[in-house]
């Protein structure tokens, strides 16, 4: 059930930044719009298939969390599958940080009026033993 147990693949980790945007840049998990002034993560990596840079908001970075306490890791990129496929996968682990991460994530993290939604909190503790 979990994308981390079927990734192959050796990446090399170069960069691992916390930034504050300069441009605006999109997240690689939602796609929502990282503005000017408002910080991100950049890490780029190397492979056999060249370099890749990556930039993640703040949210997407926080709800990461679940899937690293619950599953040991995530797959760039799969983050909203991923916890979608638990939702539907198993009803333990259905709670509302898992709600809530899913919904913001298919709203980009922008509220009804446009505003942002507030970072959520660093997931901690496991549902499922």
Request: contains cysteine.
């Given at each position: 059930m979990c994308m981390i147990d079927d990734a192959d693949?050796?990446?090399?980790?170069?960069?691992?930044?916390?930034?504050?945007?300069?441009?605006?840049?999109?997240?690689?998990?939602?796609?929502?719009?990282?503005?000017?002034?408002?910080?991100?993560?950049?890490?780029?990596?190397?492979?056999?298939?060249?370099?890749?840079?990556?930039?993640?908001?703040?949210?997407?970075?926080?709800?990461?969390?679940?899937?690293?306490?619950?599953?040991r890791g995530w797959l760039y990129g799969g983050v909203?599958?991923?916890?979608?496929?638990?939702?539907?996968?198993?009803d333990l682990l259905r709670g509302r940080y898992l709600?809530?991460?899913?919904?913001?994530?298919?709203?980009?993290?922008?509220?009804?009026?446009?505003?942002?939604?507030?970072?959520?909190?660093?997931?901690?503790?496991?549902?499922?033993?």
């Amino acid at each position: 059930m979990c994308m981390i147990d079927d990734a192959d693949g050796k990446w090399d980790l170069l960069l691992d930044e916390t930034r504050r945007a300069r441009k605006v840049h999109r997240c690689y998990e939602c796609h929502c719009e990282i503005r000017p002034g408002e910080s991100y993560e950049c890490r780029k990596f190397a492979s056999d298939y060249g370099v890749e840079t990556v930039t993640t908001c703040p949210h997407c970075v926080a709800v990461r969390s679940w899937l690293v306490v619950q599953c040991r890791g995530w797959l760039y990129g799969g983050v909203l599958q991923d916890l979608q496929e638990h939702w539907q996968d198993d009803d333990l682990l259905r709670g509302r940080y898992l709600a809530l991460a899913i919904s913001g994530m298919q709203k980009r993290w922008a509220k009804r009026d446009g505003s942002p939604m507030r970072v959520m909190g660093v997931y901690k503790v496991p549902v499922a033993a």
